[in-house]
């Protein structure tokens, strides 16, 4: 999805050599694109340079996967050893412990059971006897039961650079407060899969202060596009892949990351809607489609397999489908990475949501730097029109030949440090999902509203 493909090409490519060399440094003063990589760069991989009073955490804590009686807790340690975190509510305390290794780049996730729902919490951690981290952000609240009436807001994203504009995003998606934030790719562009280019990359990310800030008290959850997976518009033929799947391990605390040691597929259930982060880069182009075998597949045959399954099984009135790529091919010129490229499973998967009669449906998306709508008409497949939102990019970077025609488009802008905020209200007849694509300034770009009478069969 490069912004002027020629120049980022050369940046990135020439970027991902001078960090594999200098652990990121010399990168940094080239694109001057990492605010703070003066606390993040990893030098041979490896190490990382707190900043000030952070001797233990070079990075974070980051708030990830959260249930109303489970909490994942990342960080990245300092120095190696055996970590714990000490999780104190007005009834309930829990300890987690975790060791950080220089084989996972002494990153470390706490795992905390057995929590109450609706319950705040506040935690610090420690190394040996010593507390090492103490803060009064540190501190978060379980969610209430699924099935209880609620609202829930997501701060929804892509393509992100560590610059004073994706900032300005991160701030607004602070001061908006939502209850989780959902990444859909490109946040951080690495474009290489050396593994110690991978890691520098990630911690540049993560060191940037707005963003940090951010997700310490809100879950954040994420699947890559193609430049966090390796290479600009690439599919799953790109060598190396491994090395972007286990650093993206590394750097999030998802609930899982796919199945057998591939991909990064996963879903949550956040309040009144479940959201499945779909993986459309690892098995594109890999093997057979498990729909047309003398086709090539997108998601592959066990991401194909878990994702019915677990549409099957879901019981939230929303389900947002969420994808790195665009559901359609409205496209720059000569842009090969999309939904379009593989109809026979896109048209599969939207014939079994009308035959299994699932509802509630509602696509998503990033990759092409613009916010679009879609309205797709597929009720004589699904049962129901979908509806598509594409939100992109938290950066500067608007791409003008992206603004593609294509018959089911009902709204499309470019607009720089954009993103898109998700309500989704269980205390109303019938349950309401709300999309506001906004700017970091708080302007509305486009809104829209859908209820579960119209996203049924």
């Known amino acids: 999805m490069g912004d002027h493909p020629n120049r980022r090409r050369f940046l ?21 694109r990492s605010r703070a990589a003066h606390a993040a760069t990893h030098p041979a991989g490896r190490s990382g340079e707190p900043g000030a009073g952070r001797a233990a955490l070079t990075h974070g804590p980051v708030l990830g996967h959260v249930t109303p009686d489970e909490a994942r807790v990342w960080a990245r340690c300092s120095t190696p050893g055996v970590h714990t975190l000490t999780l104190r509510g007005a009834s309930t305390s829990r300890t987690a412990v975790a060791t950080a290794s220089p084989d996972d780049d002494l990153c470390v996730v706490w795992r905390l059971t057995g929590l109450r729902a609706e319950e705040r919490y506040r935690y610090e951690i420690a ?12 501190a978060f609240a379980t969610p209430p039961p699924y099935e209880a009436q609620q609202v829930t807001r997501l701060a929804v994203g892509s393509c992100a650079y560590e610059d004073e504009g994706s900032a300005s995003v991160w701030r607004r998606m602070t001061t908006l407060d939502p209850d989780v934030v959902v990444l859909l790719g490109d946040t951080p562009y690495i474009d290489s899969t050396d593994l110690q280019v991978q ?14 800030a951010l997700v310490r008290n809100r879950p954040l959850y994420a699947t890559w596009d193609d430049h966090d997976f390796g290479e600009n518009d690439t599919d799953g033929r790109l060598a190396g892949k491994e090395n ?7 750097y999030h605390a998802n609930p899982s990351y796919g199945e057998s040691d591939e991909g990064i597929y996963t879903k949550f259930r956040m309040g009144g809607v479940e959201i499945f982060l779909l993986d459309t880069r690892y098995f594109a ?18 991401q194909w397999d878990w994702l019915q399954a677990a549409l099957s099984a879901s019981t939230a009135p929303f389900k947002l489908l969420a994808s790195g790529i665009i559901w359609n091919g409205a496209v720059r010129p000569g842009k090969p990475d999309h939904w379009d490229t593989y109809p026979h499973e896109r048209e599969a998967l939207f014939r079994f949501l009308g035959d299994e009669r699932i509802s509630g449906v509602v696509l998503t998306s990033g990759d092409i730097h613009r916010t679009r709508v879609l309205r797709y008409d597929t009720t004589q497949l699904v049962g129901y029109p979908l509806t598509e939102l594409v939100t992109s990019p938290i950066h500067d970077s608007v791409i003008e030949a992206a ?36 700017n970091a300034a708080g302007r509305e770009l486009y809104a829209l509203s859908l209820d579960t009478d119209t996203l049924t069969g």
């Open 12 to 32: 990135t490519r020439a970027g991902a050599f001078l960090g594999a060399v200098f652990s990121g440094r010399l990168w940094t003063r080239l694109t001057g």
């Open 127 to 138: 190394q040996g006897e010593q507390i090492v981290f103490a803060d009064e952000r540190a």
């Open 199 to 212: 890691r520098t990359r990630h911690g540049e990310f993560h060191a940037v202060p707005e963003f940090e």
């Open 244 to 250: 972007s799947r286990q650093v993206f391990i590394e």
């Open 285 to 302: 182009g890999t093997e057979p489609s498990p729909i047309a075998p003398d086709r090539p597949t997108l998601l592959g045959r066990r």
């Open 403 to 438: 603004n593609a025609p294509h018959p089911d488009l009902i709204h499309d802008s470019g607009e720089p440090h954009s993103f898109l905020l998700l309500t989704v209200d269980t205390t109303v007849s019938p349950p309401t999902l709300r999309a506001e694509f906004q």
